[in-house]
C-alpha cells in the first residue's frame, strides 16, 4: 500500500511537470530550468525580497522626517491594502500566463497584435531594470547596515565612500555565489527565511518592550504627526514618505520570474504572490510598533551620521552595544535571504528576456548552465551591472534614496503595464482565469493604476528639502532617464526590425488564445482546451 501511494504520488508530480512543461510550450518556449520549488518556496522568496524588517529599518529615516508615527504605521498599512490590490491583480493574469517572462510577457499576450512587440519591449526593460535596482538597493542598504554595526561601539565611526562601496562588492559577490553554489539548496533556503523572519519579529517584539527603560504612549506611537524635518508642506510630507513602505512592498511580482521552476505554476505562484503581500502587511505592523513604543528622542536618530538609525534604537532600548548588535544580527539575516532572493529572481528576469533578444548579446545571457542548472550568465550581467550601478555613491551621499526610488518606480510601473492594457481591453483575456477577482476585477485594477501613476511623480523627489544640494539630489530620475535612453537606442538599432516579442506571437496560436484556463493548457493542433491530466497522458503515449 505504502509503495502504491508513493508511486501514485511520483506519477501525480510528473504528470504535472509534463503539463507545466507543455503548456509552456504552447507559449513559445523550451522548459529548460528544473521543477523544483513548491508553493512555499516562492511564497518565501517573495517574502524575503520584501524582507520586511530589513527593508523598514534601512528606509526608517524617510518616514521619520516625513511624519514621524503617522505616516510609519497609517502609511504602511495604506501602502499594504493598494500592494495587496496590485498583487491580486498580477495574480490573475499569472494564473492564465505562467512563464519566466512576468509581466513582460504579460504585456504582449494581452495587447492587440500591432502593438504587442512595442508593449512587452517597454514592460520588459521597465521590468528589467527594477529587479536590477531592487537588488541594487537591497544590498546596498546591506553594506551601510554592516557598517553601521561598528558605532554601535565607536559612536564617531563613519564610513567614507570607500569603505561603503568595498562593503558593498563584498556583499554582491557574497550573494553571486550563495546563487551559484547553492542553488539546489534555494527551496531550503527560501523555506527557512519564512522562519527566520517570524522568529525574528517575535524577538524584537519581547526584547524591546521587555528591555526598553521608557515607553511612548499610545498617542505617540498612532497619532503623532510631524514633518517640520522634511522641509516640505506637512499635508505633501506624507505622500513623500510613503516611498518607506511603497519601496518594501515592491518585490512581490518580481517571483513570476520563477513560474518555470515551479510544477504547477498556474495554481502556486499566484497564490505565492497575494500571500507573500498580507504575510507581509502583518509582518510590518507588528515590528513597526514595538519600534515606535521605544522610539529615542527622533531628532537624535535623524542625526545619525550614516542615515541608519536602526542600531542607535535598538542599543538604547536594551541598554548595551552588544544588545543592540544582537538585535541587528537578526535584521542582517533577513538582509541575507534577501539579497539571495532579489539576485535568484532578477538572473531569472534577465534570462527570459535575453531569450527573445531584447538584450544586447542576447546569446550569452540566455545560456542556462548545465553544471548548476541556472543561468549563470544572465545572474553575472544583473551582479556586474549593480556593482556598477553602486559608483554613484561616489557623487551622491543620497545614492539610497535614488535607488530605492527607481526600483519602485520601475516595478511598480512595469506592473501598471499589464493591468493598463488589460483594462483597456476590457479584461477578456482574464474571463476564464483560474484565479479571477470576478465582478471587482475592474475596480480594483483601476485603483491600482491611479496609484502606480502618483508614485511615479512622488519618488523622484527628494525625501528631504533640508539642506538640499548637488550631493543629497534624488536622481531616481537620472538612473530612470539613462535606462530608457538605452532602451530606446537599442530598439532602434535592432528591436525595430528584429524584435517582435514572445515567439508565440508568430503563430497561429496567439490568435486562438494562448494560457492556462482553469488549470487546462491548449492543444496544439486543433486550438481545443485540454486538461493537465490528459495532456500528460497525450505526452507519456508519444
Same mark, same amino acid.
Request: hydrophobic share 50%; aromatic share 12%; with cysteine.
Given at each position: 500500500?505504502?509503495?502504491?501511494?508513493?508511486?501514485?504520488?511520483?506519477?501525480?508530480?510528473?504528470?504535472?511537470?509534463?503539463?507545466?512543461?507543455?503548456?509552456?510550450?504552447?507559449?513559445?518556449?523550451?522548459?529548460?530550468?528544473?521543477?523544483?520549488?513548491?508553493?512555499?518556496?516562492?511564497?518565501?522568496?517573495?517574502?524575503?525580497?520584501?524582507?520586511?524588517?530589513?527593508? !523598514? @529599518? #534601512?528606509?526608517?529615516?524617510? %518616514? =521619520?522626517?516625513?511624519?514621524? $508615527? /503617522?505616516?510609519?504605521?497609517? &502609511?504602511? *498599512?495604506?501602502?499594504?491594502? !493598494? @500592494? #495587496?490590490?496590485?498583487?491580486? %491583480? =498580477?495574480?490573475?493574469?499569472? $494564473? /492564465?500566463?505562467?512563464?519566466? &517572462?512576468? *509581466?513582460?510577457?504579460?504585456?504582449?499576450?494581452?495587447?492587440?497584435?500591432?502593438?504587442?512587440?512595442?508593449?512587452?519591449?517597454?514592460?520588459?526593460?521597465?521590468?528589467? *531594470?527594477?529587479?536590477?535596482?531592487?537588488?541594487?538597493?537591497?544590498?546596498?542598504?546591506?553594506?551601510?547596515?554592516?557598517?553601521?554595526?561598528?558605532?554601535?561601539?565607536?559612536?564617531?565611526?563613519?564610513?567614507?565612500?570607500?569603505?561603503?562601496?568595498?562593503?558593498?562588492?563584498?556583499?554582491?559577490?557574497?550573494?553571486?555565489?550563495?546563487?551559484?553554489?547553492?542553488?539546489?539548496?534555494?527551496?531550503?533556503?527560501?523555506?527557512?527565511?519564512?522562519?527566520?523572519?517570524?522568529?525574528?519579529?517575535?524577538?524584537?517584539?519581547?526584547?524591546?518592550?521587555?528591555?526598553?527603560?521608557?515607553?511612548?504612549?499610545?498617542?505617540?506611537?498612532?497619532?503623532?504627526?510631524?514633518?517640520?524635518?522634511?522641509?516640505?508642506?506637512?499635508?505633501?510630507?506624507?505622500?513623500?514618505?510613503?516611498?518607506?513602505?511603497?519601496?518594501?512592498?515592491?518585490?512581490?511580482?518580481?517571483?513570476?520570474?520563477?513560474?518555470?521552476e515551479v510544477q504547477t505554476p498556474e495554481r502556486e505562484v499566484p497564490k505565492a504572490i497575494v500571500?507573500?503581500?498580507?504575510?507581509?502587511?502583518?509582518?510590518?505592523?507588528?515590528?513597526?510598533?514595538?519600534?515606535?513604543?521605544?522610539?529615542?528622542?527622533?531628532?537624535?536618530?535623524?542625526?545619525?551620521?550614516?542615515?541608519?538609525?536602526?542600531?542607535?534604537?535598538?542599543?538604547?532600548?536594551?541598554?548595551?552595544?552588544?544588545?543592540?548588535?544582537?538585535?541587528?544580527f537578526l535584521i542582517l539575516g533577513i538582509w541575507l535571504f534577501a539579497g539571495v532572493g532579489a539576485?535568484?529572481?532578477?538572473?531569472?528576469?534577465?534570462?527570459?528576456?535575453?531569450?527573445?533578444?531584447?538584450?544586447?548579446?542576447?546569446?550569452?545571457?540566455?545560456?542556462?548552465?548545465?553544471?548548476?542548472?541556472?543561468?549563470?550568465?544572465?545572474?553575472?550581467?544583473?551582479?556586474?551591472?549593480?556593482?556598477?550601478?553602486?559608483?554613484?555613491?561616489?557623487g551622491s551621499s543620497a545614492a539610497f534614496s535614488s535607488f530605492t526610488g527607481v526600483a519602485t518606480?520601475?516595478?511598480?510601473?512595469?506592473?501598471?503595464?499589464?493591468?493598463?492594457?488589460?483594462?483597456?481591453?476590457?479584461?477578456?483575456?482574464?474571463?476564464?482565469?483560474?484565479?479571477?477577482?470576478?465582478?471587482?476585477?475592474?475596480?480594483?485594477?483601476?485603483?491600482?493604476?491611479?496609484?502606480?501613476?502618483?508614485?511615479?511623480?512622488?519618488?523622484?523627489?527628494?525625501?528631504?528639502?533640508?539642506?538640499?544640494?548637488?550631493?543629497?539630489?534624488?536622481?531616481?530620475?537620472?538612473?530612470?532617464?539613462?535606462?530608457?535612453?538605452?532602451?530606446?537606442?537599442?530598439?532602434?538599432?535592432?528591436?525595430?526590425?528584429?524584435?517582435?516579442?514572445?515567439?508565440?506571437?508568430?503563430?497561429?496560436?496567439?490568435?486562438?488564445?494562448?494560457?492556462?484556463?482553469?488549470?487546462?493548457?491548449?492543444?496544439?493542433?486543433?486550438?481545443?482546451?485540454?486538461?493537465?491530466?490528459?495532456?500528460?497522458?497525450?505526452?507519456?503515449?508519444?
Open positions: 500500500m505504502g509503495r502504491e501511494s508513493v508511486t501514485s504520488v511520483t506519477r501525480r508530480k510528473s504528470g504535472e511537470v509534463t503539463a507545466a512543461d507543455d503548456a509552456l510550450a504552447k507559449m513559445g518556449y523550451k522548459a529548460e530550468l528544473p521543477r523544483s520549488l513548491s508553493m512555499l518556496s516562492v511564497l518565501g522568496l517573495s517574502f524575503a525580497i520584501m524582507a520586511v524588517p530589513y527593508g !523598514l @529599518s #534601512t528606509t526608517f529615516y524617510i %518616514s =521619520l522626517s516625513n511624519g514621524q $508615527s /503617522v505616516t510609519i504605521i497609517w &502609511g504602511w *498599512v495604506l501602502l499594504s491594502l !493598494l @500592494s #495587496t490590490a496590485i498583487a491580486a %491583480s =498580477l495574480a490573475e493574469i499569472c $494564473s /492564465v500566463y505562467p512563464t519566466a &517572462g512576468g *509581466v513582460y510577457y504579460w504585456a504582449a499576450l494581452l495587447s492587440t497584435p500591432r502593438w504587442a512587440p512595442i508593449a512587452s519591449w517597454i514592460t520588459g526593460w521597465l521590468t528589467l *531594470v527594477g529587479n536590477w535596482t531592487v537588488t541594487l538597493s537591497i544590498n546596498f542598504g546591506g553594506a551601510q547596515l554592516i557598517l553601521s554595526a561598528i558605532s554601535l561601539w565607536n559612536e564617531d565611526f563613519v564610513a567614507n565612500a570607500w569603505q561603503t562601496i568595498l562593503m558593498f562588492w563584498a556583499v554582491m559577490l557574497l550573494c553571486y555565489l550563495i546563487n551559484i553554489f547553492g542553488s539546489k539548496y534555494l527551496d531550503l533556503i527560501n523555506t527557512v527565511c519564512i522562519y527566520w523572519t517570524g522568529a525574528s519579529i517575535i524577538i524584537f517584539l519581547v526584547v524591546l518592550l521587555v528591555m526598553s527603560p521608557s515607553k511612548r504612549s499610545g498617542e505617540f506611537v498612532f497619532a503623532h504627526y510631524d514633518a517640520s524635518a522634511s522641509g516640505w508642506p506637512l499635508g505633501w510630507s506624507f505622500f513623500v514618505g510613503l516611498l518607506q513602505p511603497a519601496y518594501v512592498l515592491t518585490g512581490y511580482g518580481m517571483v513570476a520570474a520563477m513560474c518555470e500571500l507573500s503581500v498580507v504575510a507581509a502587511g502583518i509582518t510590518g505592523l507588528v515590528y513597526l510598533i514595538p519600534i515606535l513604543f521605544v522610539l529615542p528622542d527622533v531628532q537624535t536618530l535623524l542625526s545619525v551620521a550614516n542615515g541608519q538609525p536602526v542600531g542607535l534604537i535598538f542599543k538604547t532600548a536594551t541598554g548595551s552595544a552588544g544588545g543592540g548588535f544582537g538585535l541587528l539576485l535568484t529572481a532578477s538572473s531569472r528576469c534577465t534570462y527570459a528576456f535575453a531569450r527573445d533578444g531584447a538584450i544586447p548579446g542576447s546569446g550569452l545571457w540566455s545560456k542556462v548552465d548545465k553544471r548548476f542548472d541556472i543561468p549563470l550568465w544572465a545572474l553575472t550581467l544583473s551582479a556586474i551591472v549593480d556593482c556598477l550601478l553602486g559608483l554613484i555613491y561616489f518606480i520601475c516595478l511598480s510601473t512595469s506592473y501598471g503595464l499589464p493591468i493598463l492594457v488589460s483594462v483597456v481591453r476590457g479584461r477578456k483575456q482574464l474571463e476564464h482565469a483560474s484565479y479571477s477577482l470576478g465582478r471587482f476585477g475592474f475596480v480594483i485594477n483601476i485603483t491600482t493604476l491611479l496609484w502606480i501613476v502618483l508614485a511615479v511623480f512622488l519618488f523622484c523627489m527628494p525625501t528631504n528639502l533640508t539642506g538640499l544640494d548637488a550631493s543629497t539630489m534624488n536622481y531616481a530620475s537620472v538612473v530612470f532617464a539613462g535606462f530608457a535612453t538605452i532602451s530606446l537606442a537599442w530598439y532602434f538599432i535592432w528591436g525595430r526590425k528584429h524584435f517582435s516579442g514572445p515567439p508565440v506571437l508568430k503563430t497561429d496560436l496567439a490568435d486562438h488564445g494562448v494560457g492556462v484556463v482553469r488549470g487546462q493548457s491548449l492543444d496544439e493542433e486543433s486550438g481545443k482546451e485540454v486538461s493537465t491530466k490528459e495532456a500528460a497522458e497525450q505526452k507519456a503515449a508519444e
